[in-house]
Structures are given as structure tokens and as C-alpha cells.
């Protein structure tokens, strides 16, 4: 039972379950691949890894499920779970159609499948126009997500807000759609719902990116078309601004410490880190800020995975170093991706000099756990094994 009368003792007690099931958590990790990284290849558990080094957490061994490209991730933290949903819709054979949540629990490192992909004969519309697919339940169609999924712990469930654009196969198979919903997952009776959107045309979010604020309890969704806002209510999107200075695959997360939201990439291409300070209250507008950061020089890049540390106040980007001449316009080669921690308040980035990856694809499949104060990256692809990294920042 909760013991609202001490709230130390509480604090006490939490701190105490976080260490005990931190230190429990016995596994091997092998730093990624580098000479001067072996020794740390004796690391066996969380508690004491070094920092600023990338470890190899877990792989795909127990799965037959691989990550592909286009799709995001949304991090359930009271469980302590991520939860992967997205297709690579573009002309693969066979063609992807997986629109089921795939979900990788930290404390067992184990992969599982919530509910089987929808058949193309279960695409229909319904009565309001909805795109929607599934037998007993209804889902959303196989499609790409990029960052346009989160975890909404008001209502405890995923929010799915892209569209369905590059799914030619279901479009050809259904051309009377209306539009597409934002989409609710509940993770109580994993069940898909629409959100209603108080009966008002859905925005467009393709290739875009969304975020919770979680000071001002707010869904925020930005995409080429500008950015909107759904507040406490879970009501109705209102547009907060017009202003837009993104195309499509980027990535949005927002800073806790001092609530705003970052941007990061865009599809031609930027070293430039873009602010945004909300308004007041949802739908209102805010301000938007171009940074260019000091400090280490940022690769010219798109679509690389971002998350936020919100007990030190810094991003971690994992970007690959490409670079580009500014007088000539060459673009370097890629043999690696590098790693970045960005502050917000002090503008300053800095390059984690000890680790580094093989280059990635396009990725946004990060995520920050207070619980084991640690990153933790999923990648691979057709080509690649799929394989869950972790990091821990240092102080």
C-alpha cells in the first residue's frame, strides 16, 4: 500500500528498488567493436558499466521479427518496455504488411508479438471512411511510422499519429478511404481505437514526428504543414502555429528541464538544431529558435536516432559522420556512426570521443530509461542483425 503520510520514507524506499533491481540484473555485455573498448568486455551488469561507451544489450536470437527502416518506437516507462510499430512498405517481396505492436521488455531482454498482422482482405473502410484492417479487432494498416509514435501515460496508452501514404498495395486494394485516424492503443486490453478528433478532418503527419509534454499534458504532433497540440482533454488536434522549418525525417523530443521541444534532421539534410517554446496553453503559439550548436561540428545528416536524458538535461544523438565541404558542396564518406550529447540551455555539443558504431539507416529507435539511467538503441535492418545497444552517460 502506498504511504501517502511519509513521502521521504517513500522516496527512500523507491530509490532503494531501483538499486536492488538495477544490480539483480545480471547479463553479459560486449562493448561495440574496438581494440582499446575489450577490457570492458568484463562488464557484467548495468550498475557498472562505463560510461560513454556503447554495449551490445541484446539481439533478435529469440525472434523472428527483424526492424526495418521506417518504423518508430514508443517507451512505455512504468513498465519499462519499448514498443516497435512500423512497415517498410516500399517494393519488398514479400511485401510488408506488419502492422503488429512488437514489443522488447528491458528487465527479460525478451522480444514478443502482441497480436498477428492484419491480411490485405481485412483492409476496409468504416462507416465514417476510416482507413482500418483486422478481423475481431480493428487496427491501423501496415505502414510507415518514423517519429510519429508515443507513449501517452494519461491514458496509458501508444499514439500512432502518421499515415499510411507509401502503402500502394492497401491503397490499390481500397481507394475509397476519407482519411486516416490518429490511432490509441491501450496497453491494458491491447486494443486499437480511434481517436475521434471531435468529428474534424485528421492533419496529415507523414514522415513527420510527435512528442508528449508532460508539463503541460499535451500531445504534440509537427510536420510540414506546422505543428499541433492536443491538451489534457485528448479532444481535438488545434493548431498551434502555421510556421514550419522541416520537410519530412526528422525527429522531436522534448526537454523537461526547460520545456521545449528540439528538432533534429530533416530530409535535405541540416547540422542546425531547431527550438521550440509552446505556448501556454494547448494550441497556442509558441516561438521557434534556430540553433547552431557550439562546441563539436554536428554531421550533415537526416533521420538518425534522438532521446532525451532528463535527469542531466541532454540529448544523445547518434548521427552518421557525414560531413560537407562548404565551399565545394562534397559530401564526405560514411564509415561510422558517431555519438553526441546537445544541451538545450547552453547551446553546446559535444562528441563522446570513446565510441562509436557501425553507420546506421534510418533510425528512430532510441530511448532514455530513468529507471536504469541509461540509452538504449535498436538497430539493424535486411542487412543487419537486429541488435539492442546501451549506454550510460557519465556525470
Known amino acids: 500500500m502506498r504511504n501517502i503520510a511519509n513521502p521521504t520514507a517513500n522516496l527512500f524506499f523507491k530509490k532503494a528498488l531501483t538499486l536492488l533491481l538495477i544490480s539483480t540484473v545480471g547479463f553479459q555485455l560486449s562493448s561495440c567493436s574496438s581494440e582499446q573498448n575489450s577490457p570492458q568486455q568484463k562488464t557484467k551488469n548495468i550498475a557498472e558499466l562505463i560510461p560513454n561507451i556503447w ?42 504488411l506488419d502492422n503488429t505492436i512488437h514489443e522488447f521488455d528491458i528487465h527479460t ?14 483492409y476496409r473502410t468504416d462507416k465514417n471512411g476510416y482507413a482500418i484492417a483486422g478481423l475481431t479487432n480493428i487496427q491501423p494498416w501496415a505502414m510507415h ?3 510519429n509514435i508515443l507513449y501517452d501515460p ?10 499510411p501514404r507509401h502503402n500502394k498495395l492497401a491503397q490499390e486494394a481500397v481507394p475509397a478511404v476519407k482519411q486516416h485516424p490518429t490511432w490509441l492503443y491501450d496497453l491494458k486490453t491491447r486494443q486499437w481505437y480511434i481517436m475521434k478528433n471531435s468529428a474534424q478532418p485528421n492533419p496529415t503527419f507523414f514522415a513527420a514526428a510527435s512528442a508528449y509534454d ?8 509537427y ?16 493548431q498551434a502555429t502555421k510556421e514550419k522549418h522541416h520537410e519530412i525525417h ?38 521557434w529558435s534556430k540553433k547552431t550548436p557550439e562546441g563539436e561540428r554536428l554531421p550533415y545528416s537526416e533521420h538518425y536516432p534522438v532521446a532525451y536524458d532528463s535527469k542531466r ?49 534510418m533510425n528512430y529507435n532510441m530511448i532514455y530509461s530513468e529507471f536504469y539511467d541509461a540509452f538504449f538503441l535498436i538497430t539493424g535492418s535486411d542487412k543487419q542483425p537486429l541488435t539492442i545497444w546501451i549506454l550510460k552517460l557519465g556525470n
Do not use: C
Open 154 to 163: 494519461t491514458l496509458d496508452a501508444i499514439v500512432l499519429t502518421a499515415v
Open 250 to 287: 526528422f525527429s522531436m523530443e522534448y526537454d523537461t528541464s526547460n520545456q521545449l521541444f528540439a528538432v533534429f534532421g530533416d530530409y535535405r539534410g541540416s547540422s542546425d538544431i531547431w527550438l521550440y517554446y509552446p505556448g501556454l496553453l494547448p494550441g497556442t503559439p509558441g516561438q
Open 313 to 361: 538535461g541532454l540529448f544523445l544523438l547518434v548521427v552518421n559522420n557525414q560531413f560537407i565541404d562548404t565551399k565545394s558542396k562534397r559530401k564526405s564518406s560514411v564509415d561510422a556512426a558517431l555519438t553526441f550529447t546537445y544541451n538545450a540551455k547552453t547551446n553546446k555539443l559535444v562528441q563522446l570521443t570513446q565510441t562509436s558504431l557501425d553507420p546506421i539507416q
Open 55 to 96: 554495449y551490445k544489450y541484446a539481439d533478435g536470437k529469440n525472434t523472428d521479427w527483424q526492424r526495418v527502416r521506417h518504423g518508430g518506437v514508443a517507451f512505455d516507462h512504468k513498465r519499462q518496455k519499448i514498443y516497435f510499430f512500423g512497415s517498410d512498405t516500399h517494393d519488398t517481396t514479400p511485401y510488408n
Open 145 to 147: 511510422s518514423f517519429d
Open 109 to 122: 531482454k525478451e522480444w514478443s508479438r502482441h497480436y498477428p498482422p492484419a491480411p490485405l482482405s481485412t
Open 223 to 238: 510536420s510540414k504543414y506546422g505543428l499541433w497540440e492536443i491538451g489534457p482533454d485528448r479532444q481535438v488536434w488545434r
Open 214 to 221: 508532460s508539463h503541460r499534458d499535451t500531445l504534440v504532433a
